[in-house]
Structures are given as structure tokens and as C-alpha cells.
């Protein structure tokens, strides 16, 4: 069964630390994606990765950086926590090509005090 | 830019009835379309996906849905919905181009099934 994995359901954090999100997927995908899903707004692409150590700027990147060491894991980096990033952080793959199904994990909330 | 309008935050229907939620998209050509459903606490599953070919499509969970180039418009439809719907649901659009395999989320349609 295909599997994506985010290290923490829940996290809580104060402003101004450092922030680490850690994704993992088990299907070999080329592609990886980052997003925040807040009410109203939907999902918003933060970064994407379709290979190992490329990275690409979503909708709304501003604040965050990204990591792709390895090809199944894909990382998002809050370098200096705001009150305004607490949200849903998504994280998602799928092989390459626009019209391959996303998976999705559970997803990680984040709240920053 | 490809962009996704769900007009409908929030649907309330009765169990045994049916459904349609409304997606329109922007995108300059043929676009990859999708629909996902959020159940509560849960990722995000998807439903069913266009990208060619017959305009009316298939997905899981006995939901279907319809490509019309002239309305810009990919809604959702299911004859007769279940508890087990109560979900909320993502209407997405894709542009094609190798290293373009980013999609572009709709804000979400809640729905709620009363008995």
C-alpha cells in the first residue's frame, strides 16, 4: 500500500524557532510537494520538488525554505517561526508528470505560540 | 496561471439524495482536472481525474464527473449519497509541461449529510 509519512501529527513551537517538517514517501515518486491548508483558502502550494535536490517556488513561499536530499524524503524549514504560519502543513507525491494522482499524508498542524 | 473557483463553501443534503459540486477553472489549454475528498482527521483520497478522452468520468466511491470545455467547468455529481460522504471536497486543475506538475487547489466545498 503507497505511503506518505509526516514525522509529527501535531507540533507545537514558540515565534522565532526553528521549525523542521519532515516527509517521507515509500513509492519511489519523482515528485514532492509542500502545502498549508487553512479554512477558506484550500490548499496552497508552499514549494515542490520533482527531483533530488531540485526545488521549485509554489504560491506562497515566502517564509519557508525546503530540502530534498534523498529522493523519499522532502523536508519544509520554517528558519524563524511566526504566529501567522500555525496552519495544516500537507505533504505530497506523486511520479512524474501533471496528470499522476498526488498521495497525500495525514498531514502535520502546527501551532505557533 | 491556472486558477479554481468552488462557489459553494458549505452544501447541506439529505441521505438518498443527490449531489453536485460545482468547480470552474481557468487555464489557457487542455487541463489535467481533479477532485479530492478530505474526510475529518484524514489525508486527502482522490475521487476520480481528467485528462482526456471521454468527457464524463468515472471515480470511486460512485461519484462522476463531467468535462465541459465550453463551461470551464468540471462538477461532481453522485445519484444518491451516503453518511459516509460527509466529507469536504477539492476540486484541483494541473498544467502539463515537464517540472509543471504543481496543481492548483480549489477552497474547498464542506458537505454535510442529514438524515
Known amino acids: 500500500d503507497v505511503k506518505v509519512t509526516q514525522s509529527s501529527r501535531y507540533l507545537v513551537k514558540r515565534t522565532g524557532e526553528k521549525v523542521f517538517l519532515e516527509c517521507v514517501q515509500d513509492?519511489?515518486?519523482?515528485?514532492m510537494f509542500w502545502y498549508r491548508q487553512d479554512p477558506g483558502l484550500g490548499l496552497r502550494l508552499i514549494y515542490f520538488s520533482y527531483d533530488v535536490k531540485m526545488k521549485e517556488k509554489g504560491d506562497i513561499p515566502e517564509g519557508y525554505s525546503v530540502s530534498r536530499e534523498k529522493k523519499e524524503r522532502f523536508s519544509l524549514i520554517l528558519e524563524s517561526a511566526s504566529t501567522n504560519q500555525t496552519s495544516m502543513y500537507l505533504c505530497?507525491?506523486?511520479?512524474?508528470?501533471?496528470?499522476?494522482?498526488?498521495?497525500f499524508g495525514p498531514g502535520t498542524r502546527l501551532t505557533v505560540l | 496561471a491556472q486558477s479554481v473557483t468552488q462557489p459553494d463553501i458549505h452544501i447541506t443534503v439529505s441521505e438518498g439524495a443527490s449531489l453536485e459540486l460545482r468547480c470552474n477553472y481557468s487555464?489557457?489549454?487542455?487541463?489535467?482536472l481533479f477532485w479530492y475528498v478530505q474526510s475529518p482527521g484524514q489525508g486527502l483520497q482522490l475521487l476520480l481525474k481528467y485528462f482526456s478522452g471521454d468527457t464524463l468520468v468515472q471515480g470511486i466511491k460512485g461519484f462522476e464527473a463531467e468535462f465541459k470545455r465550453s463551461q470551464s467547468s468540471f462538477n461532481l455529481r453522485k445519484p444518491s449519497v451516503h453518511w459516509s460522504d460527509a466529507a469536504e471536497y477539492f476540486c484541483a486543475v494541473g498544467a502539463q509541461g515537464f517540472g509543471n506538475e504543481k496543481l492548483t487547489f480549489g477552497t474547498g466545498t464542506r458537505l454535510t449529510i442529514i438524515p
Open positions: 513509492m519511489d515518486h519523482e515528485n
Open positions: 505530497a507525491s506523486s511520479q512524474g508528470g501533471s496528470y499522476n494522482e498526488q498521495f
Open positions: 487555464y489557457g489549454a487542455t487541463p489535467y
